[in-house]
């Protein structure tokens, strides 16, 4: 009896498990071709090879093309836009985000078309046109409406606002916090909290500053972005060095100097080695 | 007087004897005139022609002009013009001004190296036209001894100074000659000690070593042999049956992968969209 009871609880058991297993999708070739052609171009883009993450994400984009992957077509066509970007391409970098944009063909989804904006925005802040950096950020939250990248997008706004409207800034930066920290997108969260600190230094709130830079720092340690470290140290050396703090203000640019140094950023090292010098009697 | 004249009889056809003697004598002295004048040329007719020169240095009066190294005239006469320069006037025989022509120049040369300045005109082209008395032709002062030498005295002066500082420079290389020489000779002496002792080993190791290599390349071209007798019945067939195996494996992996519980902990290959932060001043551009 106990043996037949066993034989059918295990067979149950077994009948039970089959049932629960279940096969993941399976890849096509297209998109497994398509998944190494975009792994070979991010690495030569993070090896500095621009050249060779071009040509790797154009083969991807047109097995994409080739299948009408509208996801894919976005992807590789942001990333293209990047490359062409630091390949000094202005006018290809955004044709490429156009296409997402305003393109025939596909219709590409509103969050794709977000991003595409915020790109766009954020090339032309970089470009310091100011007017056209407003414009495609406010039709990037148009197109967002609660996509994940709208903390991201009220950074950027925040940092727009920074210089001229530091107040607004703040608004923004914290507005941006809240949505970066419910999205669990800690580097942008640290971004916000610096934002939050550059506006609380021009305003001449220093306490609330020191508090966000290290805030922004103990974050920007856990990602590992040796440059926003460097960033953070500076802003808790400026922060200090206002307040008359020269001591443990010129501790906070040396470490920023080192953390520069370790990354090879050169530029960095220049700013902290400026900013020891007008602190050295 | 008339007296002794009718008188004396050596006195008679006195005077036609006297007129007569005066006659011949002034008959010698125009012959000899006309003879020397003739030599001279004196009654050649001639022609005159001028030339205007910079300075009448070493031109004189009665200077030979020459034509092919042929006397055919004399300089006449020198003299200042207005503007400072100097006229020389030729007078030359008209029997050679067939060679002289409207291309013919004179030059100022002088005849040999140590010889007395002349005149040279230079023959002119048969087609060239005929010069009429008076004209002018074209001169050129050919540089003189002096004038050669002082060129030649300027372009040796530098030469000599360079050879001076090729001897000094020569003289510093050739002292330090010896040393050289000294370890020349040494780095030779122990070459020579090398190549003996080269010698001596390979004399002795080498051909042992010969064999050696010798009976490994034979075993290696059997080996070889060997291997191409496999590789030729059999390496095909397992490469077939290693490809079949590995993607016999792949799909079992595959399969594996995507079965529940093992699918969750392997995370699919996806393609990545590259970030664009939001704090990164600067960095979307090309760095420079």
Not at chain 1, 185 to 211: C, P, V, W
Not at chain 2, 88 to 109: C, E, F, G, H, P
Not at chain 2, 136 to 143: T, Y
Not at chain 2, 269 to 278: A, Q
Request: aromatic fraction near 6%.
């Amino acid at each position: 009896m106990n043996r037949w009871m066993l034989t059918w609880a295990a067979i149950t058991a077994a009948l039970t498990l089959a049932g629960c297993v279940s096969s993941a999708p399976r890849l096509t070739v297209q998109q497994e071709a398509a998944i190494q052609y975009n792994q070979r171009g991010e690495a030569a883009f993070r090896q500095g090879d621009f050249a060779l993450a071009r040509d790797e994400f154009q083969k991807s984009l047109s097995i994409h093309r080739s299948v009408e992957n509208q996801e894919g077509v976005a992807g590789e066509l942001m990333n293209l836009s990047l490359v062409y970007r630091r390949l000094g391409n202005s006018s290809d970098a955004h044709g490429a985000l156009d296409q997402i944009l305003s393109g025939p063909g596909l219709a590409f989804d509103d969050k794709q078309s977000a991003e595409a904006a915020y790109r766009k925005a954020s090339y032309y802040l970089d470009d310091a046109d100011d007017a056209q950096a407003r414009v495609w950020a406010g039709r990037a939250l148009d197109f967002c409406r609660g996509c994940p990248a709208e903390g991201r997008i009220y950074n950027l706004q925040a940092r727009m606002a920074l210089s001229a409207r530091p107040a607004e800034s703040m608004q923004l930066a914290r507005r941006a916090l809240a949505l970066n920290r419910s999205a669990g997108n800690k580097i942008e969260e640290a971004n916000s909290h610096r934002l939050i600190a550059d506006a609380a230094f021009q305003t001449g709130d220093y306490a609330s500053a020191q508090a966000a830079y290290d805030a922004a720092l103990q974050l920007d340690k856990k990602t590992g972005a040796a440059e926003k470290i460097a960033l953070d140290l500076m802003g808790l050396g400026r922060v200090l060095a206002r307040q008359g703090k020269r001591k443990e203000a010129m501790d906070y640019f040396q470490r920023a100097y080192f953390v520069s140094e370790g990354a090879g950023d050169t530029r960095a090292m220049d700013e902290a080695a400026a900013e020891i010098k007008k602190l050295t009697p | 007087m008339a007296i002794l004249q009718n008188e004396d009889a050596r006195f008679k056809g006195l005077e036609k004897k006297i007129g007569l003697f005066v006659l011949v004598a002034i008959l010698g002295i125009v012959l000899t005139i006309a003879s020397i004048g003739y030599q001279h040329e004196i009654f050649s007719p001639k022609i005159h022609l001028y030339f205007i020169a910079e300075s009448g240095q070493d031109i004189n009066d009665g200077m030979a002009v020459k034509l092919s190294g042929f006397n055919i005239g004399k300089v006449e006469k020198l003299a200042l013009t207005d503007a400072a320069k100097v006229k020389v006037t030729l007078s030359i025989n008209k029997q050679y001004m067939k060679w002289v022509r409207a291309d013919s120049n004179a030059r100022l040369l002088k005849e040999g190296v140590i010889g007395a300045n002349i005149i040279e005109i230079s023959p002119g082209t048969e087609t060239a036209a005929a010069l009429a008395d008076d004209t002018q032709i074209a001169f050129k002062r050919e540089r003189g001894l002096g004038q050669v030498v002082d060129e030649l005295y300027g372009e040796i002066v530098p030469l000599i100074e360079d050879l001076k500082r090729v001897a000094q420079r020569a003289e510093t290389l050739l002292a330090g000659l010896p040393a050289t020489q000294q370890k020349l000779d040494a780095v030779l002496v122990s070459a020579k000690n090398n190549f003996d002792n080269l010698e001596k080993i390979t004399a002795s190791d080498v051909p042992a070593t010969i064999r050696k290599l010798d009976a490994a390349i034979l075993s290696a071209t059997r080996a070889l042999d060997n291997l191409e007798k496999v590789t030729a019945s059999d390496l095909p067939v397992m490469t077939r049956r290693g490809r079949e195996a590995i993607e016999g494996a792949k799909k079992i992996v595959d399969s594996v992968s995507r079965t529940w519980p093992i699918s969750g902990a392997i995370e699919q290959p996806r393609s990545e969209t590259l970030p664009v932060d939001s704090y990164a001043e600067g960095q979307n551009q090309k760095k420079k």
